[in-house]
């Protein structure tokens, strides 16, 4: 087979080929936008002993590569669709009989193939779902999108995609979906993480190997806060020994033994905030840094009794917990 040089925008050539075998004359049919380009790929699959059509790759490792010849059978309009080529190409493969075995090596009608049955279709749909993906498989195909960059053409082309799937079925989240959304960010807020006290047992628990899932399931916590915790581990335990105390609002510090007993009776910090009407992260901070916030107030001589300012809408008394 003799080599065609890469195709540019002054040589590409929509067109019918064939490759024929100059020992038997048995010939293979096909047709393509890109004449060229769609050799090249013959001749790499052929001389790398893939290609798709095994009747032909068994001749060329039979009578060699010297063997076959390419050429064009007839020249198409650049406008004509890859349907429009593939029904002139059936014209070809009926006139040479190319899907007989002794007169070519053409496997199928093109026609033929194109239509597909609703049967057909349903079975496809049923195989595609069924099939598992192995961890090796995934592996393979990881390896081979590593490092792949796409080409500003592709990138245009998937922005396209994107904006014409959002205009048709335009997404809004779900309650469920906000729910979880919520559970993943909670635990740090105004760059303050607020879980501090459950650090040590997270790290004592991941190192004898229980899954995030599990640590999750335990504290009812989401596992995606759990591991953010653990993989900044060392940042977090430097922000705790360095952090100054000094700028705490201590409006709220008569309750902070009611809430540290309630949280413990496993009362979340919600239904606390809830009962109190003070804010989520108000709750978490007096409750996580309890004992930093009682020792600073005592330095400070704060009285507890004193009225909050401002004063929560707390009920009268002290209330129980459900």
Same mark, same amino acid.
């Given at each position: 087979?003799?080599? #065609?040089?890469?195709?540019?925008?002054?040589?590409?050539? =929509?067109?019918?080929?064939?490759?024929?075998?100059?020992?038997?004359?048995? /010939?293979?049919?096909?047709?393509?936008?890109?004449?060229?380009?769609?050799?090249?790929?013959?001749?790499?699959?052929?001389?790398?002993?893939?290609?798709?059509?095994?009747?032909?790759?068994?001749?060329?490792?039979?009578?060699?590569?010297?063997?076959? @010849?390419?050429? /064009?059978?007839?020249?198409?309009?650049?406008?004509?669709?890859?349907?429009?080529?593939? *029904?002139?190409? *059936?014209?070809?493969?009926?006139?040479?009989?190319?899907?007989?075995?002794?007169?070519?090596?053409?496997?199928?009608?093109?026609?033929?193939?194109? #239509?597909?049955?609703?049967?057909?279709?349903?079975?496809?749909?049923?195989?595609?779902?069924?099939? #598992?993906?192995?961890?090796?498989?995934?592996?393979?195909?990881?390896?081979?999108?590593?490092?792949? @960059?796409?080409?500003?053409?592709?990138?245009?082309?998937?922005?396209?995609?994107?904006?014409?799937?959002?205009?048709?079925?335009?997404?809004?989240?779900?309650?469920?979906?906000?729910?979880?959304?919520?559970? @993943?960010?909670?635990?740090?807020?105004?760059?303050?993480?607020?879980?501090?006290?459950?650090?040590?047992?997270?790290?004592?628990?991941?190192?004898?190997?229980?899954?995030?899932?599990?640590?999750?399931?335990?504290?009812?916590?989401?596992?995606?806060?759990?591991?953010?915790?653990?993989?900044?581990?060392?940042?977090?335990?430097?922000?705790?020994?360095?952090?100054?105390?000094?700028? /705490?609002?201590?409006?709220?510090?008569?309750?902070?033994?009611?809430?540290?007993?309630?949280?413990?009776?496993?009362?979340?910090?919600?239904?606390?905030?809830?009962?109190?009407?003070? =804010?989520?992260?108000? @709750?978490?901070?007096?409750?996580?840094?309890?004992?930093? /916030?009682?020792?600073?107030?005592?330095?400070?001589?704060?009285?507890?009794?004193?009225? %909050?300012? &401002?004063? &929560?809408?707390?009920?009268? %008394?002290?209330?129980?917990? &459900?």
């Amino acid at each position: 087979m003799k080599h #065609i040089k890469k195709s540019n925008k002054k040589n590409i050539i =929509s067109a019918i080929y064939a490759i024929i075998n100059t020992t038997n004359n048995k /010939i293979y049919i096909g047709s393509s936008s890109n004449c060229a380009k769609r050799f090249r790929h013959h001749q790499s699959e052929l001389r790398n002993g893939n290609h798709h059509n095994l009747h032909l790759l068994n001749a060329y490792n039979k009578y060699g590569e010297d063997a076959f @010849v390419y050429m /064009i059978l007839q020249k198409c309009p650049k406008k004509w669709t890859t349907k429009r080529l593939l *029904q002139e190409e *059936q014209i070809y493969i009926n006139y040479y009989n190319s899907t007989n075995p002794n007169c070519g090596y053409n496997n199928q009608l093109k026609t033929d193939n194109s #239509i597909i049955s609703e049967e057909t279709k349903e079975r496809m749909m049923k195989n595609r779902k069924s099939s #598992i993906i192995t961890p090796k498989e995934k592996q393979q195909i990881s390896k081979r999108l590593t490092g792949r @960059v796409l080409t500003n053409e592709e990138k245009l082309q998937r922005s396209k995609t994107m904006k014409k799937r959002r205009k048709e079925n335009p997404r809004t989240a779900s309650p469920e979906l906000k729910t979880k959304l919520s559970d @993943v960010h909670k635990g740090y807020k105004n760059g303050e993480y607020c879980y501090t006290q459950y650090l040590e047992e997270w790290k004592t628990l991941k190192d004898t190997f229980m899954s995030y899932a599990d640590i999750s399931k335990k504290y009812n916590i989401a596992s995606s806060t759990i591991e953010r915790y653990l993989k900044n581990y060392d940042k977090i335990k430097e922000k705790m020994q360095t952090k100054k105390w000094t700028n /705490i609002n201590y409006s709220y510090i008569q309750y902070i033994d009611e809430w540290k007993k309630l949280h413990k009776q496993g009362m979340s910090y919600n239904k606390i905030r809830n009962l109190y009407k003070v =804010s989520c992260i108000t @709750v978490i901070k007096y409750i996580t840094n309890y004992e930093q /916030i009682k020792e600073q107030s005592k330095h400070q001589n704060i009285n507890p009794d004193l009225p %909050p300012s &401002p004063s &929560p809408s707390s009920p009268s %008394p002290t209330p129980t917990p &459900p």
